[in-house]
């Protein structure tokens, strides 16, 4: 399945969280069976063999990050809004593009495990997977990439995940 052929799958929702966002909705994505499969399988390809464990963001990085890394072979690993994890936790809080937030992982999360990807379904400003990406080097992980379904080029996210490298399947300005 082409990049195009993904992005007619996504909805686009103007004014949604609040007035002046584009909200790029990827459930109608994830409802087609084909474009799922496309979407996991064409993410997980370039990290086949190069990662030990793949850590999906709250909550749209679960759909994902969960059957890349089955396809992948490793273990997977969450990064949770506060309050919803039951063991010792580390935080790292963030800002949005319309408004803050924090995530919390397990102290335990990546025993072992010391080449993470990080998996979302939107790369924006960066806020959500640079804290992601902090929480894993407070806990003694390397995230040696980050994959998302879509990318806003415009908000030069991966400007503030430097060094690490992004990959994204559908871009938009």
């Known amino acids: 399945m082409t990049a195009e052929e993904i992005k007619k799958l996504i909805r686009n929702v103007p004014d949604f969280p609040k007035p002046g966002i584009m909200f790029r909705d990827f459930t109608p994505l994830i409802g087609d069976a084909r474009g799922f499969a496309a979407v996991v ?9 190069k990662v030990d464990v793949v850590l999906g963001i709250e909550s749209r990085g679960f759909i994902i990050g969960a059957p890349m890394a089955y ?6 690993a969450i990064a949770r809004k506060p309050g919803k994890l039951p063991s010792n936790t ?7 593009e319309y408004g803050s937030a924090s995530l919390q992982m397990h102290q335990d999360a990546l025993e ?3 080449r993470v990807l990080l ?8 806020g959500t997977a640079a804290a992601a990406l902090q929480l894993v080097q407070k806990i003694g992980g390397n ?3 980050c994959a998302f379904v879509v990318e806003l080029d415009a908000l030069k996210g991966r400007e503030r995940l430097a060094p690490v ?5 559908i871009h938009y300005d």
């Open 41 to 49: 399988d064409q993410l997980a390809q370039p990290y086949v063999g």
């Open 71 to 76: 396809r992948l072979g490793v273990g997977f």
């Open 90 to 96: 580390v935080d790292q809080a963030y800002d949005l």
């Open 112 to 114: 072992g495990l010391g």
């Open 119 to 126: 998996v979302d379904d939107l790369l924006a400003t960066g």
């Open 143 to 145: 995230v040696i990439g």
């Open 165 to 169: 490298n992004c990959f994204s399947l």
